[in-house]
């Protein structure tokens, strides 16, 4: 063989090889990875041969798989109020995938789960189609109709709102929603015309129906982030001096608040003059220039310490969805560590923070890891798994708890949270009105929980909305009457009691 046919042939061999490798290395090595990434849509399309297990909410299918009665799509996924628990099931589509539970518990939803292994071997025997398991949520039907009912009669067609209710005591989450919500079904349809459509609808919509409000967008929390300023005080005292609820912050102006290098102030929503300086008077009254000067006696570094010992610029929890980690900005001047103290400049919260700075009050300082996911059934109904209560942090003493629980107690009685006097229980709240850029209306907080003697629901509710008018746009008034109705219906529910 002449030396120009032996070089052809020895690169033709190295080509060969370079091949040989290349396919066993997509073929066998990457297989797995490449089977289980979530863009591969052919593991969606398979699973619309397989009889897909349930989504519940107690023992209602919100999410369930019908026979067609097709060869080609054997199953359809169904969404019984889509609209209002599409923050939960989230969506199974052959076009675009599957997000929420859909995505995250989809190993069980499928049948693929090893623990249903012998299950679907003796259905496969029997000559019946795979089949997955079900999941029980630990949504409170009645609390996420009132959450949904409520924002959907509050907001405007421009607005964004968002609700999380959550058990103080265990962690579990009784209600997510989150508006403008979308419709699954569009999106689980038998038409892949009509899903591509739909989602671009939805990805047109600058109000983004598919965000998670509750658990994915962060707002300025306003003056519930008064809560923790409360705390840091509580818990290290001011200037060297221990502090009680019934305390007189020193020095603190009770109309406006110059801010140090600064030719700026805080003053007081609408500009009155707050009646004291006493510490749980100023909160009931949500006194911006008592919390601006607090803050600036604390000092940065303390305010930073009690933030992130309630979660802030912590990660934040999955439930197993992941949540979006709220935020307290660092390397604060003077004026910004007034303005964080009231919970503007650039602190941020999400839904989900809120209520579980609420529960840490309301269960004696220790926050439990949120969950939505109470059990797991195998495809005869039978329970494989269950969730228990896990402790997640302890931001604050059980004495600190029980003095916020004192003053969040004033809000309702004495202070901004009139909405939420007519319960028949006592409860616990704070009400926060946050600015935004110009031309944007406040976004309206309110965080409470109920019964503050033996708390059964802690909740946030947050309204962001530029089509009321700025006279609207107050956390009482907003976000305060959701929150009531989230409370009575946990309450009135006898599951809950």
């Known amino acids: 063989m002449n030396r120009p046919i032996k070089k052809v042939a020895i690169f033709c061999f190295a080509l060969f090889a370079a091949l040989f490798l290349e396919g066993n290395w997509i073929q066998v090595v990457k297989a797995s990875s490449y089977s289980s990434h979530a863009d591969n849509l052919r593991n969606t399309i398979y699973n619309y041969d397989v009889q897909r297990g349930s989504i519940m909410v107690g023992s209602t299918q919100v999410a369930y798989s019908k026979a067609t009665g097709s060869s080609t799509m054997k199953y359809q996924r169904v969404y019984s109020n889509g609209s209002v628990y599409a923050p939960v099931t989230g969506y199974f589509s052959s076009e675009f995938g599957t997000a929420n539970l859909e995505n995250y518990e989809n190993s069980l939803l499928s049948g693929k789960d090893t623990r249903l292994a012998t299950q679907n071997f003796l259905r496969k025997a029997e000559g019946k189609d795979q089949a997955g398991g079900s999941v029980v949520t630990t949504i409170d039907a009645a609390a996420q109709q009132a959450a949904y009912q409520g924002l959907s009669s509050t907001l405007s067609n421009v607005g964004q709102g968002a609700v999380a209710a959550i058990d103080p005591k265990t962690g579990a989450i009784l209600a997510l929603v989150s508006l403008p919500s979308y419709d699954p079904n569009q999106l689980a349809s038998s038409s892949g015309t009509v899903q591509s459509e739909y989602a671009k609808q939805l990805n047109d919509n600058p109000l983004q129906p598919k965000l998670d409000q509750a658990l994915q967008a962060t707002y300025p929390p306003g003056s519930t982030f008064k809560i923790i300023t409360s705390a840091a005080a509580l818990t290290n005292g001011v200037n060297g001096s221990s502090i009680t609820p019934s305390s007189q912050i020193t020095g603190a102006p009770l109309d406006q608040l110059a801010l140090p290098g600064s030719t700026a102030t805080i003053q007081n929503s609408g500009g009155e003059t707050c009646n004291d300086a006493v510490l749980q008077d100023a909160f009931a009254q949500s006194c911006n220039t008592v919390f601006g000067y607090l803050g600036l006696q604390l000092g940065a570094s303390t305010l930073q310490n009690e933030a992130e010992a309630f979660g802030f610029n912590k990660t934040a929890p999955a439930v197993p969805m992941q949540a979006t980690t709220s935020v307290f900005p660092s390397n604060l001047s003077q004026p910004q560590v007034a303005q964080s103290a009231i919970g503007q400049f650039d602190v941020r919260m999400t839904p989900l923070e809120g209520a579980m700075m609420a529960s840490a009050v309301a269960n004696g300082g220790v926050i439990e890891a949120p969950y939505l996911i109470a059990k797991e059934l195998d ?101 305060g009457p959701i929150a009531a109705s989230v409370i009575k219906a946990v309450l009135d529910n006898p599951a809950a009691n």
């Open 379 to 479: 495809t005869k109904g039978n329970v494989i798994a269950s969730a228990s209560p896990t402790q997640l942090s302890q931001p604050i003493s059980s004495t600190v708890a029980s003095e916020l629980s004192t003053m969040m107690q004033g809000v309702v009685t004495n202070g901004t949270a009139t909405s939420l006097q007519n319960l028949g229980v006592s409860v616990a709240a704070k009400t926060g009105t946050a600015q935004r850029g110009a031309g944007q209306n406040s976004v309206a907080w309110m965080v409470a929980y109920a019964p503050a003697n033996d708390p059964k629901v802690a909740v946030a509710v947050m309204v962001a909305d530029n089509g009321v008018t700025s006279d609207e746009a107050f956390g009482n008034t907003l976000a």
